[in-house]
């Protein structure tokens, strides 16, 4: 897996709501399901803020080379859209404002933390594999 890959998809995905989220939160929060009311619209143009953060910093790091930068992001991301799907899942199990399109969020969370942890996993084999022998050419 290419982390420039993952990475503009996350990026992608990350503007697709963070522009909903900044213009029309209200909108958005009724298709989960949520009252938006004032603080709801308000902590939804935050989270929009941190998308947008995510979205740029995706998108400057998609042609990063290997190293410590690159590793130090998806780690990051690994962990954080894994925390994601820890609580949008919780989310779907046990709450009663609950919907269908909340499934779309654990569904997004959790590819993301798969593509990340695999990211992230295959660096740590990389740099622990000896360098790549070149045959003596004859």
Same mark, same amino acid.
């Given at each position: ?8 998809? #996350? %990026? ?11 213009? @029309?939160?209200? *909108? ?6 949520? *009252?938006?009311?004032?603080? %709801? ?10 998308l ?8 400057? %790091?998609r042609?990063?080379?290997?190293? *410590?930068? +690159? *590793?130090s ?16 899942? #919780?989310?779907? +199990? ?12 654990? %569904? ?16 740590? @084999? ?8 070149r045959?003596?050419?004859?």
């Amino acid at each position: 897996m290419l982390p420039g890959i993952v990475l503009v998809t #996350h %990026a992608l995905i990350a503007i697709g709501f963070a522009i909903p989220l900044l213009l @029309a939160p209200s *909108d958005l929060l009724e298709l989960y399901g949520a *009252d938006p009311g004032p603080t %709801a619209i308000y902590l939804a143009r935050l989270f929009g803020a941190a998308l947008l953060a995510f979205a740029t910093i995706c998108w400057l %790091a998609r042609e990063l080379p290997e190293g *410590d930068a +690159l *590793d130090s992001i998806c780690a990051g991301f690994a962990l954080s859209s894994t925390v994601a799907l820890v609580v949008a899942l #919780h989310h779907q +199990l046990t709450s009663e404002t609950a919907n269908a399109f909340g499934w779309s969020t654990v %569904a997004i969370c959790l590819g993301l933390s798969v593509a990340y942890a695999m990211l992230v996993i295959g660096r740590a @084999a990389r740099r622990g594999a000896p360098p790549p022998t070149r045959a003596a050419a004859g």
